[in-house]
DNA sequence: GCGACAG
DNA sequence: ATCTTGTCGC
């Protein structure tokens, strides 16, 4: 069953057709979820972060996988995918435009990151499961997000200094992620958990990914080379 | 009912 | 996400 929502996923002839076929893959998906594992401690092993960047005009999208060595985060392998775009931006189905393209990356790479951390959410998302959910269930891999913006969340301002944090809330005051300042007197980042990582250790993760940035170097680096990929795309095919 | 809404 | 110059600062 996962195979088959995995080639769903893969495979841009095999796309969802609509916002309904998507939701229910997404239920399927959502099955396989695992809350109740710590995850990998910050500071040691690989970790990877992936992005994507398009362009609608030439209908292409192209993904990164970058795997940083997580104690001194120099670049350990680097890995690029170009495709189609199959799938609009829709709130809450955000998976289903980035995830074809984002796992052809990783599955190119030669070795296996510990953790991998989305640009997006995870656990913090209207039905509960967004992208970094999917991913993580896809691949295995324990996953995190970190989104920019709070989406339709809200949270107390945390305090000024680096490392501070607050709770980040659904509507129905549930908490689905953390406001976290990774840089201080600089807007926070928005941490949910994936798959396989609590909240305290995603947020760990995130802060000593993010030493002198306010994004995690993870998240940088792979928002630079899919731009260079999709450019170097563009140029030659 | 209408708008807002990760990237 | 993307459209986009110069500019302020380390």
């Known amino acids: 069953?996962?195979?088959?929502?995995?080639?769903?996923?893969?495979?841009?002839?095999?796309?969802?057709?609509?916002?309904t076929e998507a939701r229910a893959i997404q239920d399927e998906l959502r099955r396989g979820v695992v809350l109740d594992e710590p995850g990998p401690p910050p500071g040691t092993g690989l970790v990877a972060g992936v992005d994507v960047a398009y362009d609608d005009e030439r209908d292409l999208v192209a993904a990164a996988a970058v795997?940083?060595?997580?104690?001194?985060?120099?670049?350990?392998?680097e890995r690029t995918a170009v495709g189609r775009v199959s799938f609009p931006y829709v709130p809450g189905l955000l998976a289903f435009r980035e995830l074809p393209t984002v796992l052809a990356a990783l599955d190119a790479l030669t070795v296996t990151p510990g953790l991998v951390v989305c640009d997006g959410y995870g656990l913090a998302?209207?039905?509960?499961?967004?992208?970094?959910?999917?991913?993580?269930?896809?691949?295995?891999?324990?996953?995190i997000g970190v989104a920019k913006n709070p989406f339709t969340f809200t949270y107390e301002e945390p305090g000024a200094r680096r490392g501070d944090a607050a709770p980040l809330l659904a509507a129905d005051g549930a908490v689905v992620g953390r406001a976290l300042r990774t840089q201080g007197g600089i807007k926070p980042v928005y941490v949910s958990v994936g798959h396989r990582v609590s909240l305290d250790n995603a947020c760990a993760h995130t802060l000593a990914l993010s030493p002198r940035y306010r994004l995690p170097e993870t998240t940088r680096r792979a928002d630079s080379l899919c731009r260079r990929a999709l450019r170097e795309a563009t140029r030659t095919g």
């Open 1 to 19: 069953m996962i195979a088959r929502l995995l080639s769903h996923l893969m495979t841009t002839s095999e796309t969802p057709a609509d916002e």
């Open 125 to 143: 998302h209207p039905r509960g499961f967004g992208l970094a959910c999917h991913l993580g269930v896809v691949t295995g891999l324990p996953s």
């Open 67 to 77: 795997v940083l060595d997580a104690g001194t985060l120099e670049v350990v392998e």
